[in-house]
């Protein structure tokens, strides 16, 4: 038996489109992983609950009200606070061009944004998994 | 080990990594597993099982709310298949339990199948006892939505509650061997449905019929409703008082020691099967011996026994 990735897909916030939420959730086990979903209108602090009992390598965000710039730094911020900044958070939804670097100093280490395709995700997902020679 | 320790502190980042040590099988898992043997033994280990949607988590949940309304740590291991054909999954139990995940009393983990069949993952039981030792009062176990014969749960929970619901067909389904027969309790969930009524009288002859023949005592059958949160209190009195009654009567003892004995033939068996496939190469092997059977050189009992024999011998040297 071999160590598998594990991806936690949330949904932040106040709006109730999962859609893109459950698309990249299925897409990512069809990629063969292991994909926790939590579902929408998590806090920040369920969301990292979750990714550390359930020893995720990967938080997934997605969000479509626009307040991404508070909620996803947040989940970064407390996972860092809770000793597990080693979680590495992505996150995907309609999100404007100039919040891109804001997220990215922000500790966001991707953003997939509308049209992208799962392949891009999957690529990124495997250069950065633990234990990927860097 | 300093995992041990903070397992038994009861941090929530080492019972998480522990876990996926068992999960994984990791070599560290031997060792970990032995450290914590003598922490184990005080929780208390629900099984719930039933068919793909009949409520099973819907239902884990009321019944964590239950139980840290009287005080209790709780910790729920969640299984979902994997994909026989990808290895992923979707685990999407904890959705249905997600107003707990803030609650440092409770701990929810799911876990994917992982290729083993019997309704839940090889590392389940491990996972059970990293939890009891961590301090959980309760454990609940749900398994993966089951036909008829995945029925592994009976092996690792001190209480099996089979869960129901109202159309799934006639009574002739129920009599079936197999998934029936193991429930210590009894659920007709989503009660408030048509057919309700009809499925636990279906229920009640089958139990009877079982009662006639081998005289064991009827299990209890309860009727609830997540939705309109109807018949929980009964359920949870239901189990507490079976839990004591039988830690009063020794039963619970005797499963545990069933339980132990299952596990014990089950790491002889692995361990001999990693002997045996090391000893005489197996996979190296096995295609030139499955050539010989083939073209009728050689027959598959005496080539086989003769083989062990030999090994048997060189070994005795």
Partial sequence: ?134 | MELVTDILAGKTRAVARAVSIVENNSHDKEALIDALHDYTGHAAVWGITGPPGAGKSTLADCLIQKERDAGKKVAVIAVDPSSPFTGGALLGDRLRMQTHAVDPGVFIRSMASRGHLGGISAGTLDAVKIFDAAGFDTIIVETIGVGQTEIEIIELSDIVMLVLVPGMGDEIQAMKAGIMEIGDVYVVNKSDKDGAQRLKAEIEYVLMLKEQTNGDPSPGILMTSSRDNTGIDELHIHLTQLYHERTRNGMLSVRRKKRIKKEMDDIFNRKVQDLIEKELSLSANSSTWIEKVYRKEIKLYSFINNTLAEFERSNKK
């Avoid at chain 1, 020893?55 to 307040?67: E, I, K, Q, T």
């Avoid at chain 1, 947040?74 to 891109?100: N, S, T, W």
């Avoid at chain 1, 280490?109 to 633990?130: C, H, L, M, N, Y």
């Fill in chain 1, 1 to 134: 038996m071999s160590e598998k990735i594990r991806i936690e897909i949330a949904k932040p916030g106040l709006d109730g489109h999962d859609r893109g939420a459950k698309y990249i959730a299925r897409a990512l086990k069809d990629a063969g992983y292991e994909v926790i979903y939590t579902g929408i209108r998590q806090t920040p602090e369920s969301i990292v609950a979750t990714a550390i009992q359930e020893d995720v390598d990967f938080v997934g965000l997605s969000l479509l009200s626009g307040a991404h710039n508070e909620l996803f730094p947040r989940v970064v911020e407390l996972l860092k606070e809770q000793d597990a900044g080693d979680i590495i958070v992505f996150g995907g939804g309609v999100i404007p061009e100039e919040d891109l670097d804001f997220l990215k100093t922000h500790g966001i280490q991707a953003i997939f944004r509308p049209g992208t395709p799962i392949s891009d995700v999957i690529a990124f997902i495997e250069s950065t998994r633990k234990g990927h020679a860097a």
